[in-house]
């Protein structure tokens, strides 16, 4: 790796001398005794996992929605699978289909279960939220321990600073998202392709991608294509085709045992959603895809990735660079075949980088499947530059610079980033967490009954999902200045139509194209509780 201790040409000489020196001065010595290396500083695994744990569970408590799409597309058909009714976007019907309803089996199992447990619709939402903060801790504790153990204990304590303290992966850990959970399976791939102890794990690895990618968000799949190519590489030097190709067909086939009949059995139809989803981004086009909701600047991934990692993105994007000048200046620092493997590892991150800037339609949640990449590029390129600094040649102008200033450095950007990223994180938490408060006073006795409806005007897109509305109260929409496409309503019809009809009959009035579908609204005239 970068920063492994690597002997070199200039150092041996000094090393015989003072083996020779040792050797006069112990007569019963006949050879000297090799000094271990002073063990490094490994962080035990619970430490890590709790300290992952605390942040994420503390965002499950306080972080805001910060994504419609999030209560639209997912808490939402959640509640019509465990309550039997809620709002029901275009993406859910069965004539486009390209939203899984897999993602929302898997979690309404755990949302049950809080139901059961709670008293109200909005324990049951926290209650998700920390059982995804818990999975999140998991899958990131296994990352550390694979980095802190195949590479170097100190990239795996930076990463972990990274994990518990960016506000970027504060919000993604316990978010309702695929993109989330396409995060989660992106730990454990890449944990899995690192950690060659017991030779490599290519099919384990392609099937957790393959996991991300079919049940989460088919687009996280490319992360895998720089360890597809390591293999095939290896393969090629080896010979073992035959293996290396087994291994693939293995992973494959793990990752096809999850795209289960979930969907067939909901859309009453047979329907590969990851597929219907990648046509619809990619090949719609016209006035028809992604891009009718919304463009940014080519900059917008760079701007939103400065605030959510500050000084961690400037080391992840910078990775690069300081790995061509380190082999081009400092050879001795590394070989080939550790320059190969970085190179692999650093990779997927530019690659996703690069695809999503391409992209007009931007969104924060786009970059979550790979914020393990960017950790991973971070602590690397942090630990390259500790371990330049820690040169204490004095041929080099870097040695001769005092150790506590080094050192005072060093915990100096540590610390001004975790405090930067706790900054961003406090201010947006207690800008921005009014909607999953305001709701609260619904929950007064007396204050909503079963059968009233909570009409939503103009920032109908702040609304946190039927979870926070009592038992019977259903959200409607009244007209505002807003003139696109808003959710309808799942069908509840109980006889005649199967078992959850809402999800497979034809809603009236859906479109792919944005277009307003004035049957959405109700009259404002009507007795509400109305919120705005």
């Known amino acids: 790796m970068a920063g492994r201790n690597v002997k070199t040409k200039s150092s041996m000489p000094l090393e015989k001398s003072i083996e020779r020196k040792n050797e006069s001065f112990n007569e019963k010595t006949t050879r000297a005794e090799p000094r271990a290396p002073p063990p490094q500083f490994s962080l035990p695994l619970n430490v890590a996992f709790y300290l992952c744990l605390l942040s994420h569970v503390l965002a499950a408590a306080f972080a805001p929605i910060q994504d419609c799409d999030e209560v639209f597309n997912y808490w939402e058909p959640l509640h019509y699978l465990n309550h039997g009714y809620g709002l029901q976007t275009w993406e859910y019907s069965p004539e486009f289909a390209i939203r899984s309803w897999f993602y ?20 049951e939402f926290y209650f998700l ?5 818990i999975v999140c801790a998991a899958t990131e504790t296994r990352l550390f321990s694979v980095i802190s153990r195949t590479l170097n204990p100190r990239i795996g304590i930076i990463y972990l600073i990274i994990a518990a303290f960016s506000p970027g992966i504060f919000y993604a850990s316990v978010a309702y998202l695929p993109s989330t959970f396409a995060m989660y399976t992106s730990n454990l791939g890449l944990a899995a392709f690192m950690d060659w102890r017991s030779g490599p794990k290519t099919a384990q690895g392609i099937m957790w991608f393959g996991i991300g990618a079919i049940v989460g968000w088919p687009f996280s799949g490319i992360l895998v294509a720089p360890f597809v190519f390591e293999e095939i590489v290896i393969c090629l030097f080896t010979g073992q085709g035959y293996d290396t190709f087994r291994r693939f067909l293995d992973g494959t086939v793990r990752s ?10 909901f859309y009453h139809g047979f329907i590969v959603v990851p597929v219907r989803l990648v046509l619809y981004n990619v ?3 016209g006035d028809r895809g992604p891009n009718i909701f919304g463009t940014e600047p080519w900059d917008f991934y760079s701007r939103n990735l400065l605030l959510n990692f500050n000084v961690w993105y400037l080391l992840a994007i910078g990775m690069g660079p300081m790995l061509f000048l380190q082999y081009a ?3 001795q620092a590394t070989t080939k075949q550790t320059l190969l493997r970085t190179v692999i590892m650093i990779t997927p991150f530019y690659i996703w980088m690069t695809i999503f800037t391409l992209q007009p339609h931007k969104e924060e949640r786009f970059m979550y499947p790979a ?3 960017l950790a991973l590029n971070a602590a690397i390129g942090f630990h390259m530059i500790l371990t330049f600094l820690g040169s204490a040649n004095p041929r080099e102008l870097v040695g001769r610079i005092p150790v506590q200033l080094k050192l005072a450095v060093a915990l100096l950007t540590v610390v001004l980033s975790i405090n930067v990223g706790l900054l961003r994180t406090i201010g947006t938490v207690t800008a921005y967490r009014a909607p999953l408060q305001v709701y609260r ?15 939503l005007g103009k920032e109908w897109y702040r609304f946190p999902s039927s979870h926070f509305l009592p038992n019977g109260t259903r959200a409607k929409f009244i007209k505002s200045s807003f003139s696109g496409l808003l959710p309808g309503e799942f069908n509840e019809a109980k006889t005649g139509f199967g078992v959850f009809a809402g999800t497979w009959l034809v809603p009236a009035g859906m479109n792919d194209l944005n277009e307003e579908d ?9 007795p509400a509780t109305s919120l705005y």
């Open 329 to 331: 200046f400092r050879s």
């Open 256 to 265: 096809l045992i999850a795209l289960t009949a979930v969907d067939i059995f």
């Open 129 to 133: 939220r920390t059982m995804l903060a």
């Open 104 to 123: 929302i089996v898997i979690h309404a199992i755990p949302a049950k279960l809080g139901h059961l447990l709670g008293r109200s619709k909005s324990f």
């Open 283 to 285: 090949l719609s086009g």
């Open 371 to 373: 914020y393990p990449f």
């Open 518 to 526: 004035p049957g959405k609204y109700v009259s404002s005239h009507v």
């Open 441 to 455: 006073a619904l929950e007064a006795p007396g204050m909503a009954r079963p059968g009233e409806t909570v009409c």
